[in-house]
């Protein structure tokens, strides 16, 4: 069956210009979504800001996914990561991504039994290439990583040359909304990229069947009481200001203490089992 999975893995790209786009939409939510930092932000090649944002609305007006936020302490069920650039960059990209979102799981320790036990699991973990197509202006991607796992679920694309998205007449507000999410409704690029990244949604949703087969992460279990970011901040390696980024954390995300404490730093781990140090002061 992991087999199976796997070669659903590679779609052919997406081309959004032939047909008119629309938004899947899901009577039922396959789980929650926490959306993990691009390893390259391909969007900013046109002056674009993250398109966190706009992965969040599509999930939620879809009613395909549930943003993850971690104020009760559960794990999400998926790791995604969106990817934007040239097609050859969204290539490169989807397994850079890949290796990204499953660093913490092995940083920790979390997934290293796990992934030994799964049949096809190394193998399954470069699965994710081999997307190219067309050379368009605009292709972004977005994937899928199972926490509990660490193993690649999923994979969605579009490329757009030319945006079908109606941005006038009865369509035009919404779309425009969505747009205007990212900060994408006023650049041509950014609507093309609006467009992009719902078709890479839709191709997500369609390997549901490999979603919803996928194993449910649970949070770390730990003695300390949970912590609760109170704002916008990032994780470090060290209890110090000046050492290298775990990763970032955003207000309200749920965290556990280890117990260990220095100064004004005290390690914790989120609940994809990834550990570094967050300074008391960000924290509620």
Sequence with gaps: MLLGVAVALAPAPALADDDDVELVRCEQSLGSIALVDSPSAGWSQWDLGSPRMLVSRLATESGCFTPHTGADGSAANFLVTAIAGSQEEVDEGINMATGVAKEALWRSGAATGILSRVPFGGAALGM?????????????????VSPATGQPLAAGTGSVNRSSLSF??????????????????????????TEAFIVAFNQLVEQRAALQASPTATAPAGDEPGAVVAVDTVMRERPDAASAEVRSLREGTQLTPSGQRDGLWIEVSDNFGTSGWVSVEDLQ
Excluded: F, H
């Design 128 to 144: 994710l290439g081999g997307l190219g197509g067309r050379r368009t202006t605009v292709s972004a991607a977005l994937t899928v």
């Design 168 to 193: 006038r007449g009865s369509d035009g507000a919404y779309n425009r909304g969505l747009a205007d999410t990212a900060g994408y409704s006023e650049s041509g690029n950014g609507r093309k990229l």
